[in-house]
T-cell receptor
Framework: NAGVTQTPKFRILKIGQSMTLQCAQD?????MYWYRQDPGMGLKLIYY???????DKGEVPNGYNVSRSTTEDFPLRLELAAPSQTSVYFC??????????FGQGTRLTVV | GEDVEQSLFLSVREGDSSVINCTYT??????LYWYKQEPGAGLQLLTY?????DMKQDQRLTVLLNKKDKHLSLRIADTQTGDSAIYFC????????????FGKGTSLLVTP
């Protein structure tokens, strides 16, 4: 049981490039979330999903897109990367009211 | 969203008790959570409390909930150097009903 797995762990992007952050969970959780964590700040919700085919915007969705074609996977897409997207990205999953399980994070730098 | 407030830093001596405080915003939040983050790692769920409880104890951890004041605290008894980390308080986001709103985190430093 791997829990929540995020790839890659680290990435450097040039301004204007695109990339997809991968997230997979093997706990059969319906709910999945993407957060970003900036230095000295808490986590801000980017997008979340309550099940396959359903996604909703969180607090800071601009510059990102998500899809949820399966229960297990919830990739986060960055189009036209900007320096403001330099952050640590965390994926999480849960049952409806259960505790959230977090991945180990993806540290992204945009230069 | 509205802010969950925490003090930013706390320093204690090894063996003492630590108390980390949090003020949350959504009185309808059914659960309130404490997460721990060690350097370079993800968030680890420490404990959580259901909103109809006043207190929950789990080994060295005690969570106190004051719903009237929307105040949550985490007490760590016999604090150890391995407890040094950032501790996040979180409430369920009222807009989604599922996602969490996090505080900015309290950095706990335990000195020998």
């Amino acid at each position: 049981n791997a829990g929540v797995t995020q790839t890659p762990k680290f990435r450097i992007l040039k301004i204007g490039q695109s990339m997809t952050l991968q997230c997979a969970q093997d706990m059969n959780h319906n709910y999945m979330y993407w957060y970003r964590q900036d230095p000295g700040m808490g986590l801000k919700l980017i997008y979340y999903s309550v099940g396959a085919g359903i996604t909703d915007k969180g607090e800071v969705p601009n510059g990102y897109n998500v899809s949820r074609s399966t229960t297990e996977d919830f990739p986060l897409r960055l189009e036209l990367a900007a320096p403001s997207q330099t952050s640590v990205y965390f994926c999480a999953s849960s049952s409806r009211t259960g505790p959230r399980s977090f991945g180990q994070g993806t540290r992204l730098t945009v230069v | 969203g509205e802010d969950v407030e925490q003090s930013l830093f706390l320093s204690v001596r090894e063996g003492d008790s630590s108390v980390i405080n949090c003020t949350y915003t959504d009185s309808s939040s059914t659960y309130l959570y404490w997460y721990k983050q060690e350097p370079g790692a993800g968030l680890q769920l420490l404990t959580y409390i259901f909103s109809n409880m006043d207190m929950k104890q789990d080994q060295r951890l005690t969570v106190l909930l004051n719903k009237k004041d929307k105040h949550l605290s985490l007490r760590i008894a016999d604090t150890q150097t391995g407890d040094s980390a950032i501790y996040f308080c979180a409430e369920i986001d009222g807009n989604s009903g599922y996602a969490l709103n996090f505080g900015k985190g309290t950095s706990l430093l335990v000195t020998p």
